[in-house]
């Protein structure tokens, strides 16, 4: 009779440890850190491109890809390619972004006089129920590659659930937010 009471409450306990939505690893919102991995050679990088991150829709793409350009303009760290010129490169080599490499997406820099491009993908984008409420949530993994080597210089992800009343774009926007923090960080 005791194992059974403590196997139900163990076994409840690892139920609720998995209910955080859509496969969020957050469990709440801003409970866990961006996952940031910097390599040494970056720090030579200091004009990029951007493109537009690969996402359920070539808006949500377009529209998170550009709340990084905003975030990193205010660190200071990078001179950015204007996106027409990016747009450009992207129409002259016919490169689909769905299945972008990374020495593909290094081309693409250098063609466009940039000698880092990066690369983004919008893993999760929605509004999921729970317990009778809405909240959203936002996943994005984002990198930044070498454009004379084809090498991650540094990458960085997040997945979080937004709080009661959050929107998805302005939820989007405190993810960006959290990972360029936590990025800016490992890159002094």
């Not at 709340?67 to 001179?79: A, I, P, Q």
């Amino acid at each position: 009779m005791k194992w059974h009471g403590i196997l139900s409450m163990a076994l409840a306990a690892g139920l609720a440890g998995c209910a955080s939505p859509s496969g969020s690893s957050s469990g709440g919102a801003g409970t866990e850190r961006p996952n940031v991995h910097v390599a040494s050679e970056a720090a030579g990088i200091d004009k990029v491109g951007i493109l537009p991150f690969k996402a359920a829709t070539t808006l949500i793409g377009s529209s998170v890809s550009d709340m990084f350009v905003t975030e990193f303009m205010k660190l200071g760290r990078y001179e950015f390619v204007e996106r027409s010129q990016m747009s450009g490169v992207l129409g002259e080599t016919e490169v689909a972004l769905s299945g972008l490499t990374a020495g593909q997406a290094a081309r693409l820099g250098e063609m466009a006089g940039a000698n880092g491009v990066i690369i983004g993908t919008v893993s999760e984008y929605e509004m999921v129920a729970m317990g009778g409420r809405t909240y959203p949530v936002v996943g994005i993994s984002v990198r930044l590659i070498d454009s004379a080597t084809g090498k991650i210089l540094w990458s960085v992800d997040h997945s979080e659930r937004g709080g009661k009343g959050d929107t998805l774009s302005r939820h989007a926007r405190a993810v960006v937010q959290h990972m360029s923090t936590a990025l800016a960080k490992q890159l002094r």
